[in-house]
């Protein structure tokens, strides 16, 4: 016969307000209690939302008006349970209990539909490397990788490998400003010379000549296409569907994105980690370098390269900013939660709109509301 679960802990009203006071973010649904606090940073309405209902009681927001939370998230609440509020639930605490209308409401946009995981029962062992793993799952796979938990993730047995699998997101920009600054300047000395010519290298009669007068439209250019290239990248390589058949498909989809999709909140795997990027980095530098001069080349690849360093930055802060309501960066935001936890196959764009507009992959909602 098992052995019956241990009794659940309670809390008076008065320890609920001591946890409170020192900073802890507790919620309850009824008499149950949960300690989001760990929640705070990675909630996708922001922590002043969430902090807006320490102390209160959340049945309103999960199960009724404004809008329903799914299940899942019901369900992966529970992963927060710390245990029960003793005496009445009804009673107010000097925080205020119950969710009044003038209390932000958390807005539906924002809602994080994480998956409620038993651990031990999951087709992956949690406590091991799970690259390996996943490329077992065969056709499992892409269910599984789209249902987000809220957990790092650890790929590889080596450390010093796994070290160079994820970065904080400030190496980004002290790694790769530099060099467009430099890129920058190199490249407008050689264009201030007067001897770059387009078309050289077809014909000696038709020649342009390409003055330092035009630098900052090739740079704005790469910048510009630095957003396609992006856009096509998310859309066609990051989200492929891997061959059932295929392990090595999937784990290296699961390398490349899949890990970031079962693993949103992350923060160590939200950005290009330094040696994968200059792999990529530098196999488009060559492709320039081979198509135009070096100096029109270099330019637009140091747009692009600045356009990269704001898509990483742009793209962390949409997991772990709290933009205001109304403001571009919000409706970015709402863009990109609904793609992770709605509409995988949608909702391609980081920084902008713009190309999901044009080749017709808005999400559901959004296509909804352009047809209006």
Same mark, same amino acid.
């Given at each position: 016969?098992?052995?019956?679960?241990?009794?659940?802990?309670?809390?008076?009203?008065?320890?609920?307000?001591? *946890?409170?006071?020192?900073?802890?973010?507790?919620?309850?649904?009824?008499?149950?209690?949960?300690?989001?606090?760990?929640?705070?940073?990675?909630?996708?309405?922001?922590?002043? +939302?969430?902090?807006?209902?320490?102390?209160?009681?959340?049945?309103?927001?999960?199960?009724?008006?404004?809008?329903?939370? &799914?299940?899942?998230?019901?369900?992966?609440?529970?992963?927060?349970?710390?245990?029960?509020?003793?005496?009445?639930?009804?009673?107010?605490?000097?925080?205020?209990?119950?969710?009044?209308?003038?209390?932000?409401?958390?807005?539906?946009?924002?809602?994080?539909?994480?998956?409620?995981?038993?651990?031990?029962?999951?087709?992956?062992?949690?406590?091991?490397?799970?690259?390996?793993?996943?490329?077992?799952?065969?056709?499992?796979?892409?269910?599984?990788?789209?249902?987000?938990?809220?957990?790092?993730?650890?790929?590889?047995?080596?450390?010093?490998?796994?070290?160079?699998?994820?970065?904080?997101?400030?190496?980004?920009?002290? @790694?790769?400003?530099?060099?467009? +600054?430099?890129?920058?300047?190199?490249?407008?000395?050689?264009?201030?010379?007067?001897?770059?010519?387009?078309?050289?290298?077809?014909?000696?009669?038709?020649?342009?000549?390409?003055?330092?007068?035009?630098?900052?439209?090739?740079?704005?250019?790469?910048?510009?296409?630095?957003?396609?290239?992006?856009?096509?990248?998310?859309?066609?390589?990051?989200?492929?569907?891997?061959?059932?058949?295929?392990?090595?498909?999937?784990?290296?989809?699961?390398?490349?994105?899949?890990?970031?999709?079962?693993?949103?909140?992350?923060?160590? *795997?939200?950005?290009?980690?330094?040696?994968?990027?200059?792999?990529?980095?530098?196999? @488009?530098?060559?492709?320039? *370098?081979?198509?135009?001069?070096?100096?029109?080349?270099?330019?637009?690849?140091?747009?692009?390269?600045?356009?990269?360093?704001?898509?990483?930055? @742009?793209?962390?802060?949409?997991?772990?900013?709290?933009?205001?309501?109304? &403001?571009?960066?919000? &409706?970015?935001?709402?863009?990109?939660?609904?793609?992770?936890?709605?509409?995988?196959?949608?909702?391609?764009? @980081?920084?902008?709109?713009?190309?999901?507009?044009?080749?017709?992959?808005?999400?559901?909602?959004?296509?909804?509301?352009?047809?209006?």
């Amino acid at each position: 016969m098992a052995p019956a679960p241990p009794p659940a802990a309670s809390f008076s009203p008065a320890e609920v307000q001591r *946890r409170l006071a020192a900073g802890d973010c507790w919620v309850r649904r009824g008499a149950r209690l949960y300690d989001l606090t760990s929640f705070l940073r990675h909630h996708p309405g922001g922590e002043q +939302l969430l902090r807006a209902r320490a102390g209160q009681d959340v049945s309103a927001d999960l199960d009724g008006p404004p809008h329903r939370h &799914s299940a899942n998230a019901r369900r992966w609440l529970e992963q927060y349970y710390v245990g029960e509020l003793r005496d009445d639930p009804q009673e107010p605490t000097e925080n205020g209990a119950t969710a009044s209308e003038e209390m932000p409401k958390l807005d539906p946009e924002m809602e994080p539909r994480l998956k409620a995981v038993d651990w031990d029962k999951d087709l992956v062992d949690w406590k091991k490397p799970l690259l390996w793993q996943v490329g077992q799952l065969g056709e499992k796979y892409h269910e599984w990788v789209h249902q987000p938990v809220s957990r790092p993730i650890r790929l590889f047995h080596s450390d010093f490998i796994e070290g160079l699998s994820k970065t904080v997101w400030y190496s980004v920009p002290i @790694i790769w400003v530099p060099l467009v +600054l430099y890129l920058s300047w190199s490249y407008y000395g050689t264009l201030a010379q007067g001897n770059v010519r387009l078309f050289k290298s077809f014909t000696s009669e038709y020649t342009v000549v390409v003055r330092e007068s035009v630098f900052p439209g090739l740079f704005v250019l790469g910048m510009f296409l630095w957003s396609l290239v992006e856009y096509f990248i998310h859309r066609f390589l990051f989200h492929m569907k891997p061959s059932a058949d295929s392990c090595y498909l999937i784990m290296l989809h699961f390398a490349l994105h899949g890990q970031h999709h079962k693993a949103p909140f992350d923060g160590s *795997r939200l950005v290009f980690p330094p040696v994968p990027a200059s792999l990529m980095i530098g196999f @488009i530098y060559l492709v320039i *370098r081979l198509i135009l001069p070096e100096a029109v080349g270099g330019t637009m690849f140091a747009g692009g390269l600045l356009g990269y360093v704001l898509y990483d930055m @742009i793209h962390y802060y949409l997991h772990f900013g709290s933009p205001h309501k109304g &403001s571009y960066l919000y &409706s970015m935001k709402a863009h990109h939660v609904k793609h992770h936890f709605a509409h995988q196959q949608s909702g391609f764009g @980081i920084s902008t709109k713009l190309w999901d507009y044009l080749f017709h992959t808005l999400t559901p909602d959004e296509q909804r509301l352009k047809t209006q």
